[in-house]
């Protein structure tokens, strides 16, 4: 279970130590430092929506079951399961992240989203940073596009 972390604000830090790393490959190094809670919190938010649940050793309840969802035929039901999967896992495992708007689109909502599930999630950190994630689910791929 996650616990809530007091912030004041949204610092950049001066020294070489970072508040965390973010797990996408391709930055010098390796991994990507992170210097500020704002960047930290939304490679927190990528990691929790991309690990399926069950994928992490000792932690099987960590993630969520979304790849899964986005793939299902696309109606109002799937969307609030969708909406509940998302909620849920953020309020489980990252209580600093409060869900400002949570909008789900397909074909029905936007004719260019044909086979493809759009997904933006606004949120802000302990309420002093706002920000927002895209993720992208198309046929074509297995796997989902967080921006």
Known sequence: MAYRIQ???????ESEIGLGIDLSFGHPGIFKTMY?????????????????????????NFGTD????????????????????????????LPYIVVQNLEILNVDDDPTLLN??????????????TDTITVIAKEDSSTITIE
């Open 7 to 13: 912030t004041v604000n949204d610092v950049t830090t």
């Open 36 to 60: 500020t809670t704002t960047e930290q919190a939304k490679a927190n938010i990528r990691n929790l929506l991309l690990t399926r649940k069950g994928e992490r050793f000792q932690l099987l």
């Open 66 to 93: 979304l790849l899964s969802l986005v793939f299902l035929p696309s109606n109002d039901e799937i969307k609030e399961l969708i909406s509940e999967e998302i909620e849920n896992a953020l309020s489980n495992w």
């Open 116 to 129: 493809t599930t759009k997904i933006q999630l606004t949120y802000t950190v302990d309420g002093f940073s």
